[in-house]
């Protein structure tokens, strides 16, 4: 039988397709439509994606589904019986999800023994999951049998164990007891020779973003809760189809990064109308060290830039359609899309609302200005059907699997709850809060304080696995000129694409500068697009006044820097010395 409980989601849907289906059919039209991209810009989007993908895809995380035990209480245990009692010195393990600890209890020969706890310390938010972790064995005593157990009240999920003698030979001879599963696939890996690279660990919020996907695929409450779910919900398909896995939260957020490479191109060439400054501008995003290292980690970011960047997409097309007196139906078919986007985006993140800035001053505009044919009442009920219940009836749907796991009976009412939470934690949650990698606004496009968010060598090793998240600086500097001299053109020459250019990459910027809590520099990733759409601008203005060589030649340059710069963005392990002694210079 149908749960009451479901009604308002029902209501919410059919509304929202009503809506949909009432302007799809009023903005239809039969002029042939214009025609952005032919055969050729298709395959050199094909080829730069497929490149590009191919790169991005090296090295992005293990694809290993471990096996797991799974203590959900206090005392929960089993035991291993050594059957040759002998010095050990290290036990590796390595946890998956769970807010709780295990700990050790070894036994010698003697009848000595002790208890050593794991890392994972939810309490400090200092978490082990998805990290290899190791238990040094201080004792020289013959072990008989090692006791793993639950030590705290929450669950622990352990996914492998690996146990080594004192000569550093792992040991296979050994008897599970006290244990009602069969836990061969628990020990049945060596640790990995690198498993201080990127690839087989969590970071960054990857573990609380993939730690929701796990409780979204076992209907359990989702515990990353600060942001719209949307992007989580892409995350946690990848962890359906690829496992929980790095490789599996990681895939979406990089095919997104890889798609945004085929939408920069459009968007170029619509802007344009250049297919030369269209792959101009595709290369720069490809060659962007943000780019490149951000899109590889299970991001919310990464989405949120995708739909932004075409949501501005459609709102140019739009403006381009009123300014040049297109039928009405076009432009607003044109805001329809941009409408759904931008419900795309903010059920995202918080962030893609700074769109707003200029969504509303360019449709009031267009509307007000240019809108000849529409009467006054059908242009404001048109553009806040399209601008506003739309988007929001979108990010309010995107909220019906947290909903599902959740006790409210009302849908409006715990979307309203979590809203007020949300806000709530984004305005007051981290005032006072310090961090080490904290930047300031400004400082971003000059790349001043880059954020470290992976480092990993073992000791006496002479390779490294490292991540910055930074930008290529002459894209970034350059991006910053270009936004200065856009706005200039814009405001002094009447220029209405520099002014487009303008008003979009700093509505996604400055709106920083009213945070008052902790900032990263990664939180600049979504202007990045726009941005370089604006620097590719400023490109095509210097190279139509003679300077040809001086655009190839920093071309050059922003792709030697990525090439020079790929072992401290990548992950990849390489020589140690380079990265920190040639790469970091933070």
Same mark, same amino acid.
């Given at each position: 039988?149908?749960?009451?409980?479901?009604?308002?989601?029902?209501?919410?849907?059919?509304?929202?397709?009503?809506?949909?289906?009432?302007?799809?059919?009023?903005?239809?039209?039969?002029?042939?439509?214009?025609?952005?991209?032919?055969?050729?810009?298709?395959?050199?989007?094909?080829?730069?994606?497929?490149?590009?993908?191919?790169?991005?895809?090296?090295?992005?995380?293990?694809?290993?589904?471990?096996?797991?035990?799974?203590?959900?209480?206090?005392?929960?245990?089993?035991?291993?019986?050594?059957?040759?009692?002998?010095?050990?010195?290290?036990?590796?393990?390595?946890?998956?999800?769970?807010?709780?600890?295990?700990?050790?209890?070894?036994?010698?020969?003697?009848?000595?023994?002790?208890?050593?706890?794991?890392?994972?310390?939810?309490?400090?938010?200092?978490?082990?999951?998805?990290?290899?972790?190791?238990?040094?064995?201080?004792?020289?005593?013959?072990?008989?049998?090692?006791?793993?157990?639950?030590?705290?009240?929450?669950?622990?999920?352990?996914?492998?164990?690996?146990?080594?003698?004192?000569?550093?030979?792992?040991?296979?001879?050994?008897?599970?007891?006290?244990?009602?599963?069969?836990?061969?696939?628990?020990?049945?890996?060596?640790?990995?020779?690198?498993?201080?690279?990127?690839?087989?660990?969590?970071?960054?919020?990857?573990?609380?973003?993939?730690?929701?996907?796990?409780?979204?695929?076992?209907?359990?409450?989702?515990?990353?809760?600060?942001?719209?779910?949307?992007?989580?919900?892409?995350?946690?398909?990848?962890?359906?189809?690829?496992?929980?896995?790095?490789?599996?939260?990681?895939?979406?957020?990089?095919?997104?990064?890889?798609?945004?490479?085929?939408?920069?191109?459009?968007?170029?060439?619509?802007?344009?109308?250049?297919?030369?400054?269209?792959?101009?501008?595709?290369?720069?995003?490809?060659?962007?060290?943000?780019?490149?290292?951000?899109?590889?980690?299970?991001?919310?970011?990464?989405?949120?830039?995708?739909?932004?960047?075409?949501?501005?997409?459609?709102?140019?097309?739009?403006?381009?359609?009123?300014?040049?007196?297109? #039928?009405? /139906?076009?432009?607003?078919?044109? +805001?329809? !899309?941009? %409408?759904? =986007?931008?419900?795309?985006?903010?059920? *995202?993140?918080?962030?893609?609302?700074?769109?707003?800035?200029?969504?509303?001053?360019?449709?009031?505009?267009?509307?007000?200005?240019?809108?000849?044919?529409?009467?006054?009442?059908?242009?404001?009920?048109?553009?806040?059907?399209?601008?506003?219940?739309?988007?929001?009836?979108?990010?309010?749907?995107?909220?019906?699997?947290?909903?599902?796991?959740?006790?409210?009976?009302?849908?409006?009412?715990?979307?309203?709850?979590?809203?007020?939470?949300?806000?709530?934690?984004?305005?007051?949650?981290?005032?006072?809060?310090?961090?080490?990698?904290?930047?300031?606004?400004?400082?971003?496009?000059?790349?001043?304080?880059?954020?470290?968010?992976?480092?990993?060598?073992?000791?006496?090793?002479?390779?490294?696995? #490292?991540? /910055?998240?930074?930008?290529?600086? +002459?894209? !970034?500097? %350059?991006? =910053?000129?270009?936004?200065?001299?856009? *706005?200039?053109?814009?405001?002094?020459?009447?220029?209405?694409?520099?002014?487009?250019?303008?008003?979009?990459?700093?509505?996604?910027?400055?709106?920083?500068?009213?945070?008052?809590?902790?900032?990263?520099?990664?939180?600049?990733?979504?202007?990045?697009?726009?941005?370089?759409?604006?620097?590719?601008?400023?490109?095509?203005?210097?190279?139509?006044?003679?300077?040809?060589?001086?655009?190839?030649?920093?071309?050059?340059?922003?792709?030697?820097?990525?090439?020079?710069?790929?072992?401290?963005?990548?992950?990849?392990?390489?020589?140690?010395?380079?990265?920190?002694?040639?790469?970091?210079?933070?």
């Amino acid at each position: 039988m149908w749960s009451t409980k479901y009604d308002q989601v029902v209501y919410c849907a059919a509304l929202l397709c009503g809506i949909l289906i009432f302007f799809w059919w009023r903005t239809r039209n039969k002029a042939k439509a214009q025609i952005i991209l032919d055969l050729p810009d298709k395959l050199i989007i094909l080829g730069l994606m497929l490149v590009y993908g191919a790169l991005s895809f090296v090295n992005l995380g293990e694809l290993k589904n471990y096996s797991s035990w799974n203590g959900n209480k206090l005392g929960d245990h089993f035991v291993l019986k050594l059957t040759k009692p002998e010095p050990l010195s290290k036990i590796y393990y390595y946890l998956g999800y769970g807010t709780g600890n295990m700990a050790v209890e070894y036994t010698t020969e003697s009848g000595w023994s002790d208890r050593e706890r794991f890392a994972n310390d939810n309490e400090n938010f200092n978490y082990a999951a998805y990290h290899w972790e190791a238990i040094n064995i201080v004792t020289k005593d013959k072990i008989t049998a090692l006791e793993f157990m639950v030590d705290s009240n929450d669950p622990i999920e352990l996914k492998q164990l690996a146990i080594y003698n004192s000569a550093g030979k792992r040991i296979t001879d050994f008897q599970v007891v006290d244990s009602d599963k069969n836990l061969t696939e628990l020990f049945s890996m060596p640790v990995p020779e690198h498993k201080e690279n990127m690839a087989s660990n969590a970071f960054l919020d990857e573990y609380f973003y993939g730690l929701t996907a796990y409780q979204y695929l076992h209907d359990i409450q989702p515990y990353a809760w600060a942001h719209p779910q949307l992007a989580l919900l892409f995350i946690t398909l990848g962890v359906l189809l690829f496992g929980a896995s790095p490789f599996g939260w990681r895939f979406f957020p990089n095919l997104t990064g890889i798609l945004l490479i085929g939408v920069i191109y459009l968007f170029a060439k619509r802007l344009f109308g250049s297919r030369r400054w269209a792959i101009v501008a595709s290369l720069l995003l490809i060659f962007d060290f943000m780019h490149f290292s951000f899109t590889r980690t299970a991001s919310l970011d990464a989405f949120t830039a995708l739909f932004v960047t075409l949501e501005y997409y459609f709102l140019y097309d739009y403006f381009c359609k009123r300014n040049n007196s297109h #039928a009405s /139906s076009q432009a607003w078919r044109s +805001l329809l !899309w941009c %409408g759904l =986007l931008f419900g795309l985006a903010i059920s *995202t993140k918080w962030v893609a609302l700074y769109s707003i800035l200029t969504l509303a001053p360019i449709v009031i505009y267009g509307e007000l200005i240019l809108n000849k044919s529409d009467g006054l009442f059908k242009k404001m009920c048109w553009s806040l059907s399209l601008l506003v219940l739309v988007p929001l009836l979108i990010y309010g749907i995107v909220y019906l699997p947290f909903y599902r796991l959740a006790q409210d009976q009302s849908f409006i009412g715990f979307i309203l709850r979590y809203q007020q939470e949300m806000f709530s934690f984004h305005t007051t949650g981290k005032i006072g809060a310090t961090h080490p990698f904290n930047s300031p606004w400004w400082s971003w496009p000059l790349n001043l304080k880059p954020d470290e968010v992976w480092f990993g060598s073992a000791a006496n090793s002479s390779t490294a696995s #490292a991540i /910055s998240l930074m930008g290529n600086p +002459l894209i !970034w500097f %350059g991006g =910053l000129v270009a936004i200065l001299f856009a *706005t200039w053109q814009g405001v002094m020459q009447k220029k209405s694409l520099a002014l487009f250019l303008s008003l979009s990459g700093l509505s996604l910027y400055l709106p920083w500068i009213l945070m008052g809590h902790y900032t990263f520099i990664y939180y600049f990733y979504i202007a990045i697009p726009i941005w370089i759409l604006t620097l590719t601008y400023l490109l095509s203005i210097v190279y139509s006044n003679g300077g040809k060589f001086g655009v190839y030649f920093y071309l050059l340059i922003v792709a030697a820097l990525f090439v020079i710069y790929y072992p401290d963005i990548s992950g990849i392990e390489f020589a140690r010395n380079y990265v920190l002694n040639h790469l970091r210079f933070y």
